[in-house]
């Protein structure tokens, strides 16, 4: 089937890839069929299910009633008990008073399938139960409650990794290193919300600029954004990397007027702000995704940066789950410039406009729920898993255990929904 692509005069993107050309002319000629035949021969895995979401979360709501005589202060949500274990992790959280009833929602993991409710004094005292993760209605008064003495240790809090591909609306090479990041979001009071940025990897050879959309928020929602102690990822940034977002303020706003979190402008830059510049240019390496050095490689510490947002009012923020942020990234595309996000938000177009693929492809984004998830290294997709003529399956790649492989999940998206837990060691940073 062919059709035409009608593209502002501003951005002119040619989807046509392998197979397109590109003109002076605002219409562009693109060929699905043959897109869908090339999508086909290169796609690390030949079967594609059709009604995949590249959801490994729900988001779940849970209603509580504080319970009298207890004097907690805080409600909140653990992946394991947290006075007895040092490995869990804070999932939600708000603000309570006594004999409040209240609905607070959190992204629970698809394998997770106990959590954990606290109600916390002001001295630190927690009273916990645990309950299903399919339950609904949630009580403290349950025989299962406990209440401990104070903690001694901060909880950790639940935190994210996205994985980027940078060549959207191009095939990548699927090792979903070109950019990985890793996002944690904290309540920290009534109208604060807390966002816990690590930037681990960078495996583009080209400029990345990063930056999250506060889904469903206005510019006008928010007070303000500001950074812990003054500390972003653009510091002192060349002046030619401002071409993707063009400022270093924190609130962005996106052309549709939505509230925008500004990352950083280049993830090269902030991954190592000792480059040597010429002429404001510098050259581009890859960071921690291989394990030897070379010209083009290098090994670095991860970097961190942590933003308090300031909300006009507390609506909806009991219900501010990851599902609520939306991590893109910009590239250049034939000098224009691209957004990738993840699947649920491929047509945002937060920044710039221009058309998206509607056939099913591999993602150029994916969201992992966990902070410890193992990357590919340059040079290994993350899965590999295509069928011989006899219906037998070969499979390849960092994610590929049977039974808990990143190729059956692709395949049917109720299945290996643990595959992020199974890497080979030698293939995976």
Same mark, same amino acid.
């Given at each position: 089937?062919?059709?035409?692509?009608?593209?502002?005069?501003?951005?002119?993107?040619?989807?046509?890839?392998?197979?397109?050309?590109?003109?002076?002319?605002?219409?562009?000629?693109?060929?699905?069929?043959?897109?869908?035949?090339?999508?086909?021969?290169?796609?690390?895995? *030949?079967?594609?299910?059709? /009604?995949? #979401?590249?959801?490994?979360? %729900?988001? !779940?709501?849970?209603?509580?009633?504080?319970?009298?005589?207890?004097?907690?202060?805080?409600?909140?949500?653990?992946?394991?008990?947290?006075?007895?274990?040092?490995?869990?992790?804070?999932?939600?959280? %708000?603000?309570?008073?006594?004999?409040?009833?209240? /609905?607070?929602?959190?992204?629970?993991?698809?394998?997770?399938? /106990?959590?954990?409710?606290?109600?916390?004094?002001?001295?630190?005292?927690?009273?916990?139960?645990?309950?299903?993760?399919?339950?609904?209605?949630?009580?403290?008064?349950?025989?299962?409650?406990?209440?401990?003495?104070?903690?001694?240790?901060?909880?950790?809090?639940?935190?994210?990794?996205?994985?980027?591909?940078?060549?959207?609306?191009?095939?990548?090479?699927?090792?979903?290193?070109?950019?990985?990041? !890793? $996002?944690?979001?904290?309540?920290?009071?009534?109208?604060?919300?807390?966002?816990?940025?690590?930037?681990?990897?960078?495996?583009?050879?080209?400029?990345?600029?990063?930056?999250?959309?506060?889904?469903?928020?206005?510019?006008? *929602?928010?007070?303000?954004?500001?950074?812990?102690?003054?500390? /972003?990822?653009?510091?002192?940034?060349?002046?030619?990397?401002?071409?993707?977002?063009?400022?270093?303020?924190?609130?962005?706003?996106?052309?549709?007027?939505?509230?925008?979190?500004?990352?950083?402008?280049?993830?090269?830059?902030?991954?190592? #702000?000792?480059?040597?510049?010429?002429?404001?240019?510098? @050259?581009?390496?890859?960071?921690?995704?291989?394990?030897?050095?070379?010209?083009?490689?290098?090994? %670095?510490?991860?970097?961190?940066? *942590?933003? @308090?947002?300031?909300?006009?009012?507390?609506?909806?923020?009991?219900?501010? #789950?990851?599902?609520?942020?939306?991590?893109?990234?910009?590239?250049?595309?034939?000098?224009?410039?691209?957004?990738?996000?993840?699947?649920?938000?491929?047509?945002?177009?937060?920044?710039?406009?221009?058309?998206?693929?509607?056939?099913?492809?591999?993602?150029?984004?994916?969201?992992?729920?966990?902070?410890?998830?193992?990357?590919?290294?340059?040079?290994?997709?993350?899965?590999?898993?295509?069928?011989?003529?006899?219906?037998?399956?070969?499979?390849?790649?960092?994610?590929? $255990?049977?039974?808990?492989?990143?190729?059956?999940?692709?395949?049917?998206?109720?299945?290996?929904?643990?595959?992020?837990?199974?890497?080979?060691?030698?293939?995976?940073?």
């Amino acid at each position: 089937m062919k059709m035409k692509i009608y593209i502002q005069p501003v951005i002119i993107i040619a989807l046509i890839m392998v197979y397109g050309f590109v003109s002076c002319s605002k219409e562009i000629e693109y060929d699905e069929a043959k897109n869908k035949e090339y999508w086909r021969r290169v796609s690390p895995v *030949d079967s594609i299910d059709v /009604t995949h #979401t590249w959801q490994l979360v %729900t988001s !779940r709501n849970y209603q509580f009633t504080v319970n009298a005589n207890v004097g907690a202060q805080r409600l909140e949500i653990y992946n394991a008990d947290p006075i007895t274990s040092a490995e869990a992790e804070m999932m939600g959280r %708000t603000f309570v008073k006594e004999g409040q009833q209240l /609905t607070l929602s959190v992204s629970v993991p698809s394998t997770l399938t /106990t959590l954990f409710a606290a109600l916390i004094d002001k001295d630190g005292t927690y009273t916990v139960t645990s309950f299903s993760a399919t339950e609904r209605v949630i009580d403290f008064s349950s025989p299962t409650a406990t209440q401990q003495q104070p903690r001694s240790t901060t909880p950790r809090i639940m935190a994210y990794t996205y994985c980027y591909e940078e060549n959207f609306p191009a095939a990548g090479d699927f090792d979903y290193n070109d950019l990985v990041i !890793r $996002i944690g979001l904290e309540r920290t009071g009534q109208k604060q919300m807390d966002v816990h940025l690590t930037l681990l990897a960078v495996g583009a050879s080209g400029q990345i600029a990063g930056a999250i959309r506060l889904v469903g928020y206005r510019y006008q *929602d928010i007070d303000s954004i500001v950074a812990k102690d003054g500390k /972003t990822l653009n510091v002192n940034v060349p002046k030619l990397s401002y071409g993707l977002i063009e400022s270093d303020d924190i609130l962005q706003k996106g052309r549709n007027g939505e509230a925008v979190l500004n990352l950083f402008v280049d993830a090269h830059w902030a991954m190592d #702000t000792e480059i040597e510049t010429i002429n404001d240019d510098f @050259t581009r390496k890859k960071y921690n995704v291989k394990r030897s050095f070379t010209d083009q490689y290098e090994q %670095t510490y991860a970097k961190d940066a *942590d933003y @308090t947002i300031y909300f006009k009012n507390d609506n909806g923020l009991n219900n501010f #789950t990851q599902e609520m942020i939306d991590p893109f990234i910009v590239t250049y595309y034939m000098a224009n410039r691209i957004e990738t996000h993840l699947d649920e938000f491929k047509n945002a177009q937060v920044f710039y406009n221009y058309d998206n693929l509607e056939f099913k492809t591999l993602p150029w984004a994916l969201k992992i729920p966990t902070s410890y998830f193992q990357y590919p290294l340059e040079g290994y997709q993350i899965g590999f898993r295509k069928h011989a003529k006899d219906g037998t399956a070969s499979m390849d790649g960092a994610y590929m $255990i049977e039974g808990h492989s990143f190729g059956e999940w692709v395949e049917n998206h109720k299945n290996s929904l643990d595959w992020y837990n199974y890497p080979l060691e030698n293939q995976v940073w």
